[in-house]
């Protein structure tokens, strides 16, 4: 099991950027492929970008795409998402997810919210234009 602590939230202007953290409990966090969602006001929950437990599978949501970065240090049992050229539509609650990966599968990761098993409890972001 792993608890799931998001950081790094805040408001900013339109263009400015933003570096979120997740820290995960326990000394298993690398046994999971880890995803960063959002959910905005009266919207569905959406994927936005995931890795895998290596580190070596990534990939994101087309709109974030050239400008969100995921990365993972899991000496430090932590997950980012770095957020440059933030824009209003990027308004939204963040949330980190972990998916325990079987043993083997080090490049994995899933864009299906439904696979994961743990969320932290999200942080808010705010971007004014």
């Known amino acids: 099991q792993v608890q799931l602590v998001e950081s790094g939230g805040g408001s900013v202007q339109a263009g400015g950027s933003l570096r979120l953290s997740c820290a995960g409990s326990?000394?298993?966090?690398?046994?999971?492929?880890m995803g960063w969602f959002r959910q905005a006001p009266g919207k569905e929950r959406e994927f936005v970008s995931a890795?895998?437990?290596?580190?070596?599978?990534?990939f994101y949501e087309d709109s974030v795409k050239g400008r969100f970065t995921i990365s993972r240090d899991n000496a430090k049992n932590t997950l980012y998402l770095q957020m440059n050229s933030l824009k209003p539509e990027d308004t939204a609650v963040y949330y980190c997810?972990?998916?325990?990966?079987?043993?083997?599968?080090?490049?994995?990761?899933?864009?299906?919210?439904?696979?994961?098993?743990?969320w932290g409890q999200g942080t808010q972001v705010t971007v004014s234009s």
């Open positions: 326990g000394r298993t966090f690398r046994n999971y492929a």
């Open positions: 890795i895998s437990r290596n580190g070596l599978n990534i």
């Open positions: 997810a972990a998916d325990e990966v079987l043993s083997g599968r080090n490049y994995f990761a899933t864009r299906s919210s439904e696979d994961y098993d743990y």
